[in-house]
């Protein structure tokens, strides 16, 4: 629409385990990291002292893209269940209540959407505790 050359390709992989050769990064090309929310499930040094989080960054910083846009919640979970219980709730509200305001409770893409992202987030910041907890990053450690 806007004559700009654009090409996209997926890969079907953990973040930690791509490399560079994978990408097909041309020289002179724009390149544009983008990761809203996602870091937020890789593990950090408390899985190791080469975690992913750090495999992810030393690769961004390999590709040098030109712009990296990334994305956090502003919030710290508690470690208390029935206090991470209202937090979550509370969050997850506020995204369905978004959703009811932009896209009908019918639409299969939203129903998808509920089941399988905000669902499976929900569970894991109420249910999961320790090394089963995927939502490691917070505001302060990024900070």
Known sequence: MCNVPFEYHGIASQWET???RDLRIEKDEVVIVHSMY????LGDETTGLDCPRDQVLKLIRCIRPCIFIYG????TLS?????RFKQAMS??????????TLVPRDNKVRQIMERDL????ATNL???????????QTYKQWH
């Open 18 to 20: 791509i490399a560079l």
């Open 38 to 41: 996602r870091f937020r499930q």
């Open 72 to 75: 956090i919640f502003n919030w």
């Open 79 to 83: 470690p208390f269940f029935i206090t």
């Open 91 to 100: 969050l997850h509200g506020t995204m369905f209540d978004i959703l009811d």
């Open 118 to 121: 905000l669902a499976r987030d």
């Open 126 to 136: 109420i249910a999961c505790e320790g090394s089963t907890w995927m939502e490691r």
